[in-house]
């Protein structure tokens, strides 16, 4: 069973950071394009950024580029969001996914598997 982990959520007061970690299985985690995307209240889920596998490239959304940064840590098997100045619009529930064959990033419904998801809730 494949499964990604996410953890790193909690609590925090607006301008401030937090940093996400997933742990997918090795399999996923050396196979697969690997993103981040969130969930609102009230919205739909949208992208927040990704990784492609192929090239090492990534992409953040326009909303959160420049504050937002995806990266991976290969010898912990581990996919980072590093989020930097916070606002309470990114109040969100954050999944962490990964896609054999995406095409476009962007595109949720392109991704495999997704991780349980953590809360990040950013206070005004």
């Known amino acids: 069973q494949e499964q990604l982990v996410e953890s790193g959520g909690g609590l925090v007061q607006a301008g401030g950071s937090l940093r996400l970690s997933c742990v997918p299985s090795?399999?996923?985690?050396?196979?697969?394009?690997l993103a981040w995307f969130r969930r609102s209240p009230g919205k739909e889920r949208e992208f927040v950024a990704a990784?492609?596998?192929?090239?090492?490239?990534?992409l953040h959304a326009s909303k959160v580029r420049g504050r937002f940064f995806i990266s991976k840590d290969n010898a912990k098997n581990t996919v980072f969001l590093q989020m930097n100045a916070l606002r309470p619009e990114d109040t969100a529930v954050y999944y962490c996914?990964?896609?054999?064959?995406?095409?476009?990033?962007?595109?949720?419904?392109?991704?495999?598997?997704w991780g349980q998801g953590t809360q990040v809730t950013v206070s005004s």
């Open positions: 996914a990964a896609g054999l064959e995406v095409i476009r990033l962007t595109n949720s419904s392109e991704y495999n598997y």
């Open positions: 990784l492609r596998k192929s090239t090492g490239g990534f």
């Open positions: 090795g399999r996923i985690f050396t196979t697969y394009d």
